[in-house]
């Protein structure tokens, strides 16, 4: 459980890069990008080691709540709740970047997500299985909910469709 708990020392933050390109194409296409496409190389690294362990933290529940191990649910709910990067390794450039860049919803999202973990970690410090399984529910809905906002290049399954009028059955 150590190992996970080092691992999760992450936010969801991390889903700002899966909305960023790999490179910007030239000088002229970068001073267009604004808001989470305009994060640095350096700040995208950060975030990807986030968001890795932010999903290895996740898939560790499942077989925790299977087998009814609340104290490590409890664990990995609190390391994802207090895993801010604002307050790891970030300079205080990045943190000016990651203010001046992210767009409102995200930071709201952000929040909720966290708020989340903090309910998962209650529901598995009070052994309820019912409300664990809920509010990792409510976590993963967190994350689609925030990958179909800002990384559907990421995850083009989660594009919202378009409302063509027609229906289909």
Known sequence: MRSTAKI????????ILMSLPAHAENAHKQAEITGIEALSPALRTLLTKEMLAIQT???AVIPAYAAGNWNEIETIAHNIKHSYLLKQSL???????LHSSLPAS???????FHYYSGMLEHAASMRKPELVGFYFSKLNEACISCHSQFATHRFPALTPEKDTGEHSH
Do not use: P, S, Y
């Open 8 to 15: 999760v020392r992450a936010g969801v933050f991390l889903a």
């Open 106 to 112: 995200f930071i709201a999202q952000d929040q909720q």
């Open 57 to 59: 933290a996740m898939m």
């Open 91 to 97: 300079t205080d450039e990045q943190i000016h970047e």
